[in-house]
Nanobody, 116 residues
Framework: QVQLVESGGGLVQPGGSVRLSCIAS????????MNWYRQAPGKERELVAT????????GYADSVKDRFTISRDNAKNTVYLQMNSLKPEDTAVYYC?????????WGQGTQVTVSS
């Protein structure tokens, strides 16, 4: 079965950095694009970043462009989200996502809290 396991969240000060990781299993990782979403309290889940299957193409929400970088290592079945210059409004639960056919799969999420 498809499994996505995120790690790397925590408490970070404004202006700081953190790297999230998501290890995938249960499908052929190198064939699919991968996404990072986030959901802040009281808000809808939003797409933050996306990467193509070979890692050659990426896309970002305007709110994180030039601060976040998505990447992947197909040999390790892992997708990353490097988050720099963090702001309090980046506080959210971050989810790894893959779309297989008509189905959306999610990890359990990892909390990132940006606060002094």
């Amino acid at each position: 079965q498809v499994q996505l396991v995120e790690s790397g969240g925590g408490l970070v000060q404004p202006g700081g950095s953190v790297r999230l990781s998501c290890i995938a299993s249960g499908f052929t990782f190198s064939r699919y694009g991968m996404n990072w979403y986030r959901q802040a309290p009281g808000k809808e889940r939003e797409l933050v970043a996306t990467v193509t299957s070979d890692g050659g193409g990426t896309g970002y929400a305007d709110s994180v462009k030039d601060r976040f970088t998505i990447s992947r290592d197909n040999a390790k079945n892992t997708v990353y989200l490097q988050m720099n210059s963090l702001k309090p409004e980046d506080t959210a639960v971050y989810y790894c996502n893959v779309i297989l056919g008509w189905s959306y799969y999610w990890g359990q999420g990892t909390q990132v809290t940006v606060s002094s």
